[in-house]
């Protein structure tokens, strides 16, 4: 009886030893590896000289459109470089305007607001008479598919939204770091709002603007309390938000009282907003996908930052 339980007990400390032995060599060779080789080594596919055709100026569905980039007065541009000179070669190749703005003591003083976050949407609202659609976009996003157009966004767009906002992938946010956004008076003021939100911050873990920007579409568009939830409620959690969990409660909460609404229509009948589903925009973050993308669905990617170019093993978001 004894022997038996001997030789059991053996069987099963071999055993256990050839696991873990087994997890550590998988795991300090063949694991780690994969990703360095994902990230060092060969490209899964190379794609070569990619026709690019130039929009054509002269067709029915070509707009007056341009980029527009907006830098704090700090900000180094060695970090979004890379992200940069893609949107520059990009706006050059199809003709779209091209500009980086500086937040400046002459823009501190139009507009009033003191961060950075906010001050960049009142900046922009001030900018959109330049053209008759403005994409704005974050420093560090990058077109790594030039053979899309932003004129599509606006063919669909134009007929029934001034400002077209979406939804970013991996929670429940609508993304507030980029827009594209028409030269009307509706854009214009919406903006400033955005703008304004810095001032009625709670004193909480807020999120910023990404955080701001789905109270100020429970405000304007829901103001009437006919949902279900009391979107006090939704504003409680927000005033109390400690951490990221916190705070993507309160989006998801706003999201509730949102629904399924895809277009916004202001109360006043002065303007629409219309809000993109996931990956139906023009942009997403790169990192969702380590980085590989797809002809057929990407435009712009999110998150070229000079900084994370080169990952280490944990940089989840590096690219
Ligand atoms: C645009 O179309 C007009 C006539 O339709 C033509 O004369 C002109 O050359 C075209 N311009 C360009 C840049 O293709
Ligand atoms: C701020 O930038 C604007 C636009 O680029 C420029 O017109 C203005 O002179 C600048 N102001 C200062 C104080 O540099
Ligand atoms: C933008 O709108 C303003 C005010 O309506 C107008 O003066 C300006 O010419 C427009 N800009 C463009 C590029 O159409
Ligand atoms: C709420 O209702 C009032 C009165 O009917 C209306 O004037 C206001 O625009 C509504 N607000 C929203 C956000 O629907
Ligand atoms: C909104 O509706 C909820 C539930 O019906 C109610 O408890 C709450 O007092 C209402 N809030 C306002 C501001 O009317």
């Known amino acids: 009886m004894q022997r038996i339980c001997r030789t059991i007990k053996s069987a099963i400390f071999i055993v256990s030893a050839a696991l873990i032995f087994a997890f550590f060599y998988f795991y300090a060779y063949h694991f780690p590896e994969e990703i360095y080789k ?49 949107l520059k070669c990009y706006s050059r190749l199809h003709h779209y305007g091209f500009y980086i703005e500086w ?94 939100t810095e001032f009625t911050l709670p004193k909480s873990f807020h999120g910023s603007d990404n955080g701001a920007i789905h109270w100020l579409f429970v405000e304007q568009f829901f103001g009437n309390n006919t949902s279900q939830l009391n979107s006090n409620d939704c504003h409680k959690i927000w005033s109390i938000s400690k951490d990221f969990d916190d705070l993507f409660v309160y989006e998801a909460c706003c999201r509730l009282i949102m629904g399924e609404t895809r277009i916004f229509h202001d109360p006043s009948g002065k303007g629409t907003i219309k809000l993109l589903p996931k990956g139906e925009a023009w942009m997403r973050d790169g990192w969702i996908t380590d980085s590989k993308w797809s002809l057929d669905s990407d435009f712009m990617l999110h998150g070229w930052k000079h900084s994370i170019e080169m990952p280490k093993i944990d940089d989840a978001n590096a690219w």
């Open 38 to 86: 994902s990230y060092f080594g060969e490209a899964d596919s190379i794609i070569t000289s990619l026709p690019i055709q130039q929009r054509s100026l002269n067709s029915s569905n070509t707009y007056d459109i341009g980029i527009l980039l907006i830098v704090s007065e700090d900000a180094d541009l060695t970090e979004y470089q890379f992200a940069i000179n893609t």
């Open 103 to 196: 937040v400046n003591n002459t823009w501190k003083e139009i507009c009033g607001q003191k961060q950075f976050m906010f001050i960049r949407h009142c900046i922009a609202s001030k900018l959109l008479h330049r053209h008759e659609w403005t994409l704005f976009l974050d420093a560090d996003v990058a077109v790594i598919n030039p053979s899309r157009l932003i004129d599509d966004f606006v063919e669909q767009n134009k007929d029934v939204a001034d400002l077209v906002f979406f939804d970013r992938f991996f929670d429940w946010e609508i993304a507030a770091g980029s827009y594209l956004a028409k030269n009307s008076s509706y854009s214009k003021e919406f903006l400033i709002k955005f703008a304004n």
